[in-house]
């Protein structure tokens, strides 16, 4: 008789339990995926900014090496305007402007730029944030010193 009595009294989970069980479970997931996501597109934007840098960084090595062109030249980079060094090691650097500075690399806006007053080359890159589609961008400057 006692078993009988303690068999009945022997109940499962109630459905409020579960249900409350099953909202924090929920919950916990739901914050887990926001974080994750969070952080991969933090890690992204790095990605990019990381990127752009090391574009801007290669241009002022290049101009670095052009430095000592004669202004009559097409490649001369002491001049005004944004302008940008296209080319590889294996081709010849030139000094190309406007859209031909996007196919250096689609995903970056190239503008080199050259004050005289301080003699100072000005390099760029802007480009879409990942985030929020704002413009985000690097910028580097390189003194000559004459």
Same mark, same amino acid.
């Given at each position: 008789?006692?078993?009988?009595?303690?068999?009945?009294?022997?109940?499962?989970?109630?459905?409020?339990?579960v249900?409350?069980?099953?909202?924090?479970?929920?919950?916990?997931?739901?914050? #887990?995926?926001?974080?994750?996501?969070?952080?991969?597109?933090?890690?992204?934007?790095?990605?990019? #900014?990381?990127?752009?840098?090391?574009?801007?960084? #290669?241009?002022?090595?290049?101009?670095?090496?052009?430095?000592?062109n004669?202004?009559?030249d097409?490649?001369?980079?002491?001049?005004?305007?944004?302008?940008?060094?296209?080319?590889?090691?294996?081709?010849?650097?030139?000094? #190309?402007t406007?859209?031909?500075?996007?196919?250096?690399?689609?995903? $970056?806006?190239?503008?080199?730029? $050259?004050?005289?007053?301080?003699?100072?080359?000005?390099?760029?890159?802007?480009?879409?944030?990942?985030?929020?589609?704002?413009?985000?961008?690097?910028?580097?400057?390189?003194?000559?010193?004459?």
């Amino acid at each position: 008789m006692y078993m009988k009595l303690r068999k009945l009294t022997n109940t499962g989970d109630t459905i409020v339990e579960v249900l409350v069980v099953t909202a924090v479970l929920g919950l916990t997931l739901s914050i #887990s995926f926001a974080t994750a996501s969070r952080s991969l597109l933090n890690t992204r934007r790095a990605q990019e #900014s990381s990127q752009a840098s090391d574009l801007v960084q #290669s241009q002022i090595e290049v101009l670095r090496t052009m430095t000592g062109n004669h202004p009559m030249d097409p490649n001369y980079i002491f001049k005004s305007g944004p302008y940008c060094v296209s080319g590889t090691s294996s081709q010849p650097y030139k000094l #190309s402007t406007g859209s031909d500075c996007n196919g250096i690399n689609t995903f $970056y806006n190239l503008a080199d730029t $050259y004050d005289n007053s301080s003699h100072t080359l000005t390099v760029a890159a802007t480009w879409a944030d990942v985030i929020d589609g704002t413009n985000d961008s690097v910028t580097m400057y390189y003194r000559l010193y004459k």
